[in-house]
């Protein structure tokens, strides 16, 4: 009879240790499967980095990666039509997935945001009657009645 329960002693320790075994190798292979899913994203280190804002709203900024990447900002802050807002300048080069280094010049103010870069499409140009018609516009004096038509 002791030999018996010795032995199924020895049985469920097998058995068990067995079964530890299955559950840490299905653990890692789903630890496996997780990270072969998410996508993988270097660590890109800031190599230089500049931050001043100024007691009069004027600011400045830049930064340069460890990829290569750069990005410089000037602006101030600006009054237009009695609303507070932000005039800037800058510009932003970064490597493209597809190899290739992309620049980008910008100004940002009450007109907009206005991109400047030689990947970025451009309107057609106006066509040449539109263009003298413009022309001719701009000689003739203003109208009497101010701007625009009265209906």
């Given amino acids: 009879m002791m030999k018996l329960v ?13 079964k530890q075994h299955q559950q840490q190798q299905q653990h890692q292979q789903q630890q496996h499967h ?4 998410l996508p993988r994203y270097k660590e890109i280190p800031i190599v230089n980095l ?19 990447t750069r990005a410089a900002q000037d602006g ?20 493209g997935d597809d190899g290739k280094t992309y620049s980008i010049s910008y100004i940002a103010d009450e007109n907009g945001y206005r991109p400047v870069g030689d990947h970025l499409p451009t309107p057609p140009p106006v066509p040449a009657p539109i263009a003298r018609a413009l022309a001719h516009l701009a000689t003739l004096p203003p109208s009497k009645d ?4 009265k209906f």
């Fill in 76 to 95: 101030q802050q600006i009054v237009v039509n009695n609303q507070v807002g932000t005039a800037s300048q800058g510009q932003y080069t970064y490597q």
């Fill in 6 to 18: 010795v032995l199924l002693a020895v049985f469920s320790v097998i058995v068990g240790a067995q």
């Fill in 50 to 68: 500049e931050n001043v804002l100024e007691v009069d709203g004027k600011f400045r900024y830049s930064y340069e990666g460890g990829d290569g």
């Fill in 146 to 149: 101010g701007p625009g038509r």
């Fill in 34 to 37: 997780q990270q072969q899913s």
